[in-house]
């Protein structure tokens, strides 16, 4: 089975086939020139990216959108999270955060399944815990803007501090509650 993931991130893609290739999935980037709006609820930002792909496609897709929560900001930058990286960086993000201050995380991500063939959308979302660093640390993006300042849950390291083999174990420990993983099964499952 072939889907679309409409994104110009090839490295979203990567992962997105290393996490589907075992449910008979192979993902095909196809950038498409979509408007973000911005609304603090995710589902919403997703959800009005899929309506505007559906105006360009009417094959299988994929669109993903990511929040970070930082918990003592307030949840800032939440969905807001590309303009708030793309004008501030991740050094001036941390340097928000007040030293002693609670540095825990998540980062939500928000996958919408559109199956083709003017067939409802179906929304999956994985949820990532963690803490920030005190200053952005690695060099491995992997796709994620996020990647050098979110170290996972009982993790030591940032993301872009992982070696690949850290960055399996990372991904097979949040397994479970992976959106592409959620997605998978769904698939699997009809």
């Given at each position: 089975m072939k889907i679309d993931f409409i994104t110009s991130n090839a490295a979203k893609v990567n992962?997105?086939?290393?996490?589907?290739?075992?449910?008979?999935?192979?993902?095909?980037?196809?950038?498409?020139?979509?408007?973000?709006?911005?609304?603090?609820d995710i589902i919403e930002v997703a959800k009005s990216k899929a309506e505007q792909a559906l105006k360009f496609t009417s094959e299988p897709f994929i669109i993903e959108d990511s929040s970070m929560c930082i918990k003592s900001l307030n949840n800032f930058p939440g969905t807001l999270l590309k303009p708030v990286f793309d004008s501030l960086g991740d050094e001036l993000i941390l340097r928000l955060l007040k030293k002693g201050q609670d540095r825990s995380v998540t980062v939500i991500s928000q996958l919408i399944y559109y199956p083709g063939k003017n067939k409802e959308l179906k929304l999956f979302q994985g949820t990532y815990n963690g803490v920030l660093p005190n200053e952005p640390r690695g060099d491995n993006m992997r796709g994620w803007k996020v990647s050098r300042i979110f170290i996972p849950k009982n993790k030591d390291k940032t993301l872009a501090e992982m070696n690949d083999q850290e960055w399996q174990e990372f991904l097979d420990d949040f397994r479970q509650d992976d959106h592409f993983e959620k997605l998978g099964n769904w698939i699997s499952e009809k």
């Open positions: 992962l997105a086939n290393e996490r589907l290739a075992k449910y008979g999935v192979e993902v095909l980037q196809k950038p498409l020139p979509l408007y973000e709006i911005q609304s603090l």
